[in-house]
């Protein structure tokens, strides 16, 4: 199978106004999540992206979901597709950075 | 990174899937303060929450079964290296946690008459496997875990921290060093009593079942503290894995449940059936064969040329009536639909994919470690399965152990607690975190570079079929990440969230647990079980016993002596 090429839009930054985009581009094969191909970026490219997720493609821990082309959707499921993608973390919670915010309940807190 | 804050507690838990949660609990239960923390999210991340359906525990309802019974099941599958002290306590144990865990909120599915439902799984002899539905057990278990622990006062819960040490003072286990993730914050933590409940280490193979978490952290940390390992080299490949087409946004372990459900049958790429051919030592139809010995059979058919075009076998439904398929499957055929599996059309191809570590952290029938105020419990414990585990016997061992490990633990810091130490003793380990922070910042591989090296060496190196050659070219790589590689790696300097520095210290620790097991499956000249060596394809009666591995002056060493315990 050969490869198809994403381009992931993905925000940047600890505050949602001082914030950016920046642009990656990814080697995909059809059928392959959206957080394959973050996770391929962190390893290939840019360590200091941040995601956040622990299950892995199995859409059991729920923990990374996003803002997927302004859709609320979990990395896991949505799948990846030529052209750009824009990924943004989820609104109306706390931004941690990039792509992970704050979901813990307070009590699991330090 | 910010200046460490020190957390003191009667028993820490490190890890909070299964077992970790069923020690909060059990060591609350005993009195104690607990401080449950966990890489992801208390209750669901870890192992678990993934575990589909089936939960062995000699109820009897569905018909006569006994712990007995149940044991020696296990010992059989177990290919003579259970620690039968282990096994019969997960024996013992089970019924009692299936009825307490219904006691608080799982609701295990129930058969007409009012009983429990219990199927029989491969290598059982009886209809023993409780169940709360179809691809849903170990959520359901979680749940009522996380649930428990979240209302009980004397648990404090920490979710995104990790644990990179544990603290010995003068041979003793007195507490553990880590960060808060999210923050940044370095964590001392003095605690009477330690367990850990980490998890496995599957995620070190390119093709697991494994969450992100389970890279063998316990492993890493049990061996810098002193403790033991026991016959780590046994790793279970589960047979029914999934493999093509791509699919995401399920487990890939869904096929096992599916195909005893509906009756899937295997075929090779020439669209025979081939089991008959591998099972007549081990008797049994073929939904009963066991694990070691279903991977091998699928292992072969490929070597032989026989395999399906991604290199596997095909697991087909096509016999089964579309409305079968239907009703048996319900919501999870719109998750097939979304990656195009359609069963009555088209079969899917499975191959054996890392699932399961036997061996681990060497405990005795309290949990106890080697180290004063350390315990373990779950996969993370080695023993109770020996060479080959049994499906079903996952979830009972988290349960199980992991209450036993919790009162142990209780009792330990009620007994025996060191906690009044300087905290000067942990400054080194914290130090260790802050100097990763930043480093070779751009100028060289992630860590998730290393890790997907790491993946695919022990995958094609040390993975369900083994020679001596492999393994021997694997340790000498493992060994050079883990003294070389790691000090290269780049490392963000980012102050919230550094995913990098968490996958440095996963590194870190996951590293020794990797060469462990590289280590001790060169060292075991035999086959037995889930280790398989292509170069040494008998068993030797002279090996029927453990071996062990210890960290010393920073070298693995190996031997088989008799044990401590």
Redesign the interface.
């Known amino acids: 199978m050969t490869s198809k090429m994403a381009c992931l839009r993905v925000f940047r930054g600890?505050d949602r106004a001082g914030g950016c985009y920046q642009d990656y581009q990814v080697a995909f094969?059809?059928?392959?999540?959206v957080?394959?191909g973050l996770?391929r970026i962190?390893?290939?490219e840019?360590?200091?992206?941040?995601?956040?997720?622990?299950?892995?493609?199995?859409?059991?821990?729920?923990?990374c979901s996003m803002l997927i082309d302004g859709k609320v959707e979990?990395a896991?499921?949505a799948?990846l597709t030529e052209g750009i993608t824009q990924v943004d973390p989820l609104p109306k919670v706390p931004l941690?950075?990039?792509l992970?915010t704050?979901t813990?309940?307070k009590?699991?807190?330090? | 990174m910010k200046e460490p804050v020190t957390l003191t507690t009667d028993v820490l838990v490190i890890g909070a899937g299964g077992a970790g949660m069923y020690a909060a609990v059990s060591a609350a239960r005993s009195g104690a303060k607990v401080l449950l923390i966990d890489k992801n999210v208390v209750g669901r991340g870890g192992a678990t929450i993934m575990a589909q359906m089936t939960c062995a525990s000699a109820l009897g309802e569905a018909e006569p079964d006994s712990p007995e019974l149940h044991l020696a099941d296990t010992l059989e599958a177990g290919r003579g290296l259970c620690n039968e002290s282990l096994s019969a306590l997960l024996c013992e144990g089970s019924p009692i946690r299936i009825r307490e865990l219904e006691g608080w909120g799982v609701n295990w599915a129930r058969a007409e008459g009012g009983g429990f439902s219990q199927v029989k799984a491969p290598g059982h002899n009886r209809k023993r496997c409780v169940y709360v539905d179809y691809l849903a057990t170990g959520a359901a278990i979680c749940a009522t875990l996380r649930n428990k622990v979240s209302r009980d006062d004397a648990i404090r819960r920490l979710s995104n921290a990790t644990i990179t040490d544990i603290v010995a003072h003068e041979d003793v286990a007195v507490g553990a060093v880590g960060y808060d993730i999210p923050t940044a914050t370095p964590l001392i933590i003095k605690a009477g009593a330690t367990v850990i409940a980490s998890g496995g280490m599957t995620k070190m193979f390119q093709r697991t079942t494994a969450s992100n978490n389970l890279c063998g952290e316990g492993i890493g940390l049990a061996l810098r503290a002193g403790a033991r390992l026991v016959d780590i080299e046994f790793l279970q490949f589960y047979p029914n894995g999934h493999l093509a087409p791509r699919m995401v946004g399920l487990d890939p372990t869904t096929w096992e449940p599916t195909r005893v459900k509906l009756g899937g049958r295997l075929l090779n790429g020439r669209g025979e059936e081939f089991l008959q051919n591998y099972t007549d030592t081990q008797g049994g139809e073929a939904y009963d064969t066991a694990r070691d010995v279903l991977t091998y059979a699928i292992y072969k058919e490929v070597e032989e040329g026989r395999g399906s075009p991604h290199g596997g076998v095909y697991l087909s439904f096509q016999h089964v009536p579309a409305d079968a398929i239907e009703r048996a499957l319900g919501p999870v055929l719109e998750i097939f639909a979304r990656n195009n599996i359609d069963l009555t059309k088209a079969p899917v191809e499975i191959f054996p994919i890392a699932h399961y570590q036997m061996g681990g952290i060497e405990v005795d029938a309290a949990m106890a470690t080697a180290v004063s105020g350390l315990y373990a419990a779950g996969e993370v414990v080695g023993g109770a399965n020996g060479a080959n585990r049994l499906s079903g016997n996952a979830l009972p061992e988290a349960l199980v152990f992991g209450e036993r490990a919790g009162t142990s633990a209780a009792r330990h810091a009620k007994r025996d607690a060191v906690r009044d130490w300087d905290t000067a003793i942990a400054l080194p380990y914290v130090d260790t975190i802050r100097s990763i922070v930043g480093r070779n910042n751009g100028n060289s591989a992630a860590p998730g570079h290393l890790l997907r090296e790491l993946k695919a060496l022990m995958w094609s190196k040390v993975g369900a079929f083994r020679t001596a050659g492999d393994l021997a070219a694997a340790r000498e790589r493992i060994n050079a990440m883990r003294l070389n590689d790691i000090e290269t790696l780049t490392v963000a300097d980012a102050a919230t969230h550094n995913a990098s520095l968490v996958e440095w210290c996963e590194l870190r620790n996951g590293l020794l647990a990797a060469e462990a097991l590289a280590l001790a499956a060169l060292n075991r000249r035999e086959s037995r079980g889930a280790h398989q060596r292509v170069d040494l394809p008998q068993a030797d009666d002279n090996l029927r016993k453990s071996q062990h591995i210890v960290l010393s002056g920073g070298t693995l060493v190996s031997d088989f002596a008799e044990t401590w315990l």
Request: net charge negative; with cysteine; charged share 40%.
């Open positions: 600890s094969e059809d059928g392959d999540s957080l394959d996770t962190r390893a290939d840019d360590p200091s992206l941040a995601v956040r997720f622990s299950c892995f493609n199995a859409n059991v821990c729920k923990e979990y896991c499921v799948k941690l950075r990039d992970v704050d813990l309940a009590k699991e807190r330090l």
